[in-house]
């Protein structure tokens, strides 16, 4: 299952924060008292209903804590990721995608910013009272059109639908079809799925360059195929609730072409061998063994 979008406040000041933006206080040591406005770039605005300006750079967040709505269709969605299938009355920017979580904050991203939302239900009608939404930049521009254009949307009151795992908003001009994340992206299986390494934890080592051969796992039939990037071979395995124990590893013995292709092959066998955790999220396996580990991206067919 993959992790929910955060809820409002601390998600939006690491949004700020990890940008380069300044901190609640500004740059001139000044500090905002809770709930006020701070007349500075990088301040927290606080809002009620409606768009408000803010300082450029700036994180606005929704000014009190959430509740959990109630009621058959709201307990349906809660606790659910949903990512825009199609939209009929806006063109998205190309490679972007509407996301929204309902959790006891309705928080939602089109590309650009973080947007949180403070949500009840009225029947089958969204009301939100009030929102929080991070001011970054972004490139292309269109992004930052398409983060009001959102907003806009999602706060004047659209009809919301669900049938399975499809859900469907429906405003005065557009319509918003979503499915339910765990549909779009489900968790890959263990075995018989081929993965790439991508990145490494912790370890004394780099992760495989752009455009070069990565690192490959595959398990199958209690026995799984190893290749370091640099040797390849078998060993055999057994994975269970989360914890995997491969042993008996079996490699060639080619010498590696340079030290960073031999740096990675000791630290991923050192992470594989003997016993380690392992969880997979949509397409990525992470395996850990002590405070070191291995991520890994499934190998779709045309991959």
């Given at each position: 299952?993959?992790?929910?979008?955060?809820?409002?406040?601390?998600?939006?000041?690491?949004?700020?924060?990890?940008?380069?933006?300044?901190?609640?206080?500004?740059?001139?040591?000044?500090?905002?008292?809770?709930?006020?406005?701070?007349?500075?770039p990088g301040a927290i605005t606080t809002v009620s209903?409606?768009?408000?300006?803010?300082?450029?750079?700036?994180?606005?967040?929704?000014?009190?804590?959430?509740?959990?709505?109630?009621?058959?269709?709201?307990?349906?969605?809660?606790?659910?990721?949903?990512?825009?299938?199609?939209?009929?009355?806006?063109?998205?920017?190309?490679?972007?995608?509407?996301?929204?979580?309902?959790?006891?904050?309705?928080?939602?991203?089109?590309?650009?910013?973080?947007?949180?939302?403070?949500?009840?239900?009225?029947?089958?009608?969204?009301?939100?009272?009030?929102?929080?939404?991070?001011?970054?930049?972004?490139?292309?521009?269109?992004?930052?059109?398409q983060d009001d254009w959102l907003l806009s949307f999602?706060?004047?009151?659209?009809?919301?639908?669900?049938?399975?795992?499809?859900?469907?908003?429906?405003?005065?001009?557009?319509?918003?079809?979503?499915?339910?994340?765990?549909?779009?992206?489900?968790?890959?299986?263990?075995?018989?799925?081929?993965?790439?390494?991508?990145?490494?934890?912790?370890?004394?080592?780099?992760?495989?360059?752009?455009?070069?051969?990565?690192?490959?796992?595959?398990?199958?039939?209690?026995?799984?195929?190893?290749?370091?990037?640099?040797?390849?071979?078998?060993?055999?395995?057994?994975?269970?609730?989360?914890?995997?124990?491969?042993?008996?590893?079996?490699?060639?013995?080619?010498?590696?072409?340079?030290?960073?292709?031999?740096?990675?092959?000791?630290?991923?066998?050192?992470?594989l061998e003997g016993t380690s955790t392992y969880e997979?999220?949509?397409?990525?396996?992470?395996?850990?063994?002590?405070?070191?580990?291995?991520?890994?991206?499934?190998?779709?067919?045309?991959?």
């Open positions: 299952m993959r992790a929910l979008i955060a809820p409002a406040l601390l998600g939006l000041f690491a949004v700020a924060s990890a940008c380069g933006e300044d901190s609640p206080s500004g740059g001139n040591g000044t500090t905002a008292a809770p709930g006020t406005i701070a007349a500075v209903e409606g768009p408000s300006a803010s300082a450029p750079g700036a994180v606005t967040t929704a000014s009190v804590g959430a509740t959990a709505p109630s009621g058959e269709l709201a307990v349906a969605i809660e606790s659910r990721e949903f990512v825009s299938s199609h939209v009929e009355g806006y063109e998205l920017v190309e490679g972007s995608q509407i996301r929204l979580t309902f959790g006891d904050w309705l928080a939602a991203s089109g590309g650009c910013n973080y947007l949180d939302f403070t949500w009840s239900l009225d029947g089958d009608r969204l009301v939100i009272p009030e929102w929080g939404t991070t001011d970054m930049a972004c490139e292309p521009a269109a992004l930052m059109d999602l706060t004047t009151g659209p009809t919301v639908a669900l049938e399975g795992d499809t859900l469907t908003l429906t405003g005065d001009d557009a319509v918003i079809t979503l499915l339910d994340d765990e549909v779009v992206d489900a968790d890959r299986p263990l075995d018989g799925t081929t993965w790439a390494l991508t990145d490494l934890i912790n370890a004394p080592a780099t992760a495989p360059a752009a455009g070069t051969e990565a690192p490959m796992i595959n398990f199958a039939a209690a026995e799984v195929d190893i290749d370091t990037g640099c040797n390849t071979g078998r060993a055999t395995y057994d994975a269970d609730a989360g914890t995997l124990t491969i042993a008996s590893i079996r490699l060639t013995r080619t010498a590696c072409t340079d030290q960073d292709t031999t740096a990675r092959e000791a630290a991923v066998l050192a992470v997979i999220e949509g397409d990525e396996l992470t395996i850990t063994n002590g405070d070191t580990g291995l991520i890994y991206r499934a190998m779709d067919r045309e991959d």
